[in-house]
RNA sequence: GACGGGCUAGCUCAAUUGGCAGAGCAAGUGACUCUUAAUCACUAGGUUCGGGGUUCGAGUCCCCGGCCCGUCACCA
């Protein structure tokens, strides 16, 4: 496989255009050094194929590479215009109310089939709107312009000028008058028929995917829409939109490893961002009480199908809220967008992936002290000591990494053992304070903290809590989490950021905050198991 | 990281027990002025992911490596 593209890149290169000033019969010597007795074969025949018809354009005078076109309609717009002036010859409006046609048209798009039948020719042509069909007679055209039309090929973006008709068989075209190369195409596009199959070109050149797959663009547009509603929905609550750095003196702020990097004027060590809840934080202190961030998050960890290195959050902070509030908030969220993007708070079955995920508010809120001795007999409060717990799991099969936290082992326990359960939409709530070092103690209950994380398809969509703003408490957990570091050498703990701390001793509002992944919301909605098939370039393996 | 599946023409896929590497689409030439997976005839197109081995003979069997997918582990 790596050299399918390793010679396709060779072979443009090797036929990459001659200089402008150049002879057209210059130029096709120029791009095939081998001469004609020694033809190219394979791919490189098909591109040098495409290079020629190239020169061929060029040789009459037009430029294979215009700089723009003055479209009039889209292919939508163009079959509706058909479609009216069918209504109107109907109700005996028009010239012909046999034969209705329309203005003329100027359209553009890309061929994806041809049909030639001599002196005339089929073409379909998609735009990022649609599709319509293009009919070339050369009768209608005239002899010079028609021999354009034989110079085409699948992949090619034009520009067509003309009525739109019915035609005989019934599909709605455009009778073309004129034919104008807007882009040559050098490299074929997939099988018209199976679209793209190869899951690795669909990941790694996505473009083709979009050309060929239509649940690629679906799922394109989707990801887009989410992002959309959700930035209305925040607005529409008096949320203020703001960007904080992604180049970090600190990787703090969530649990995870980060990625390092450099300034080299400022001779600094960096990191990428794990997440955005500190500097979100700092403004809150600052006064701005609802603030959020949709952004990218890198995290140097595993790759599968739903996690990617890079992926994309919303965090937000609302001051004077707590986690009750926070969780009104995400159900509102959550069913407003799959509302908003699917017309249904219902997302509907699939077969073999999911049953009917029901999202309308309220979603059951389950304290997950109480789910784990359902799902597992462990209570969490008796066994407060990591080598009983890691003692308790092994009883039950669960799998324990030898040397974890006590966290870290109930993590491990709450992920195995109690989401998958979560099919449809649940907050999990109330956790234990030694996996949530940034979250507030909850009032009367020793060792547990509010935070609550959502799940539906039996995985985490969103974490949240009321926050710590008791800066002496926060600079405590924190130090907790540098000594987990040393001892267990856990370097996904929490880091110590000074500059935090600074800012919480001038006080922070009572808070309520919560980080939700965008991509597994997009995943969840458009109904794919895959992150790949919603970051439209997702991180891959170098070849 | 471990185990399993996969990688054959530009694309989609075949190839029996180890016995001449094939088809459809795309491409080229020719025919064809209402097709729509257009049709018909002909032509060309291959380092079978890379490297090594066994064998008279390897797409097929063995070893090493690469990439993709899946499961597990890790991971919010």
């Known amino acids: 496989m790596p050299c399918r593209w390793g010679s396709a890149r060779i072979g443009l290169t090797q036929v990459l255009p001659a200089p402008e000033n150049m002879t057209n019969q210059d130029q096709q010597e120029q791009s095939n050094p081998a001469n004609e007795a020694e033809s190219a074969a394979g791919e490189q025949k098909l591109i040098e194929d495409r290079l020629a018809k190239t020169a061929q354009i060029r040789a009459k005078g037009l430029d294979p590479y215009p700089p723009r076109y003055d479209r009039t309609h889209t ?5 509706k215009l058909f479609e009216y002036a069918e209504i109107m010859a109907s109700s005996g409006v028009g010239d012909d109310v046999e034969h209705p046609r329309t203005e003329t048209v100027r359209i553009a798009g890309r061929v994806m089939a041809r ?7 089929f073409i379909d042509l998609k735009d990022g709107h649609g599709s319509i069909q293009a009919f070339a007679r050369q009768n209608t055209m005239g002899d010079d312009a028609y021999e354009i039309v034989n110079l085409l090929d699948i992949g090619d ?6 009525s739109v008709i019915r035609t005989r068989r019934g599909e709605v075209s455009v009778e073309v008058q004129q034919v104008t190369v807007l882009t040559k195409a050098m490299r074929p596009l997939p099988d018209k028929w199976h679209g793209l199959q190869d899951q690795e070109i669909r990941f790694r050149q996505r473009y083709l995917d979009l050309i060929s797959n239509e649940n690629a663009m679906k799922n394109a547009l989707l990801r887009s829409s989410v992002v959309k509603a959700m930035r209305d929905f925040m607005h529409g609550e008096g949320f203020i939109e703001v960007e904080t750095p992604i180049l970090v003196p600190v990787a703090a702020g969530a649990q995870a490893t980060p990625f390092e990097t450099h300034h080299n004027q400022l001779d600094r060590d960096l990191y990428l961002r794990i997440a955005t809840e500190l500097y979100l934080k700092k403004l809150i202190v ?13 995290r140097n960890e595993g790759l599968d199908h739903d996690h990617n290195p890079e992926f994309t959050t919303i965090e937000s902070y609302q001051a004077y809220a707590d986690y009750n509030d926070v969780m009104a908030m995400v159900e509102n ?13 219902v997302l509907p ?14 979603w059951p809120r389950l304290d997950l002290r109480e789910e784990i001795v359902k799902q597992t007999g462990i209570d969490f409060v008796e066994v407060r000591d990591a080598e009983l717990l890691s003692d308790a799991m092994r009883d039950r099969g669960i799998h324990v990494e030898a040397g974890s936290a006590w ?8 992920s195995s053992e109690v989401e998958p359960n979560l099919i449809q939409p649940h907050f999990l709530v109330d956790y234990p304070v030694e996996m949530s070092p940034l979250a507030k103690h909850k009032l009367n209950s020793d060792g547990i903290v509010e935070r609550f994380e959502g799940f539906v398809m039996g995985t985490e969509l969103c974490n949240a809590f009321t926050e710590l703003n008791d800066p002496v408490d926060q600079r405590t957990r924190f ?3 540098e000594k987990m570091r040393l001892e267990f050498g856990d370097d996904q703990a929490d880091r110590l950021d000074e500059d935090f701390l600074v800012a919480i001793e001038h006080g922070m509002p009572p808070t309520g905050g919560v980080g939700l992944g965008i991509d597994r919301l997009a995943m969840l909605i458009a109904g794919e198991e895959s992150i790949r098939e919603i970051l439209l370039f997702p991180a891959m393996r170098s070849m």
């Open 75 to 79: 292919l939508v717009e163009a079959t």
């Open 157 to 162: 973006i034009i520009g067509v000028e003309g």
């Open 479 to 481: 130090e907790q989490q």
């Open 333 to 345: 969220m959550v069913s407003f967008i799959a509302k908003e993007t699917t017309g249904s708070m």
């Open 349 to 362: 079955a699939i077969e073999g992936v999911r049953p009917e995920i029901d999202l309308t508010p309220p």
């Open 407 to 414: 966290g870290r082992l109930l993590d491990k326990v709450i």
């Open 115 to 121: 049909r030639g039948m001599g002196k005339a020719a």
């Open 286 to 298: 600052g006064g701005i009480e609802r603030v959020f961030e949709i952004g990218r998050l890198f």
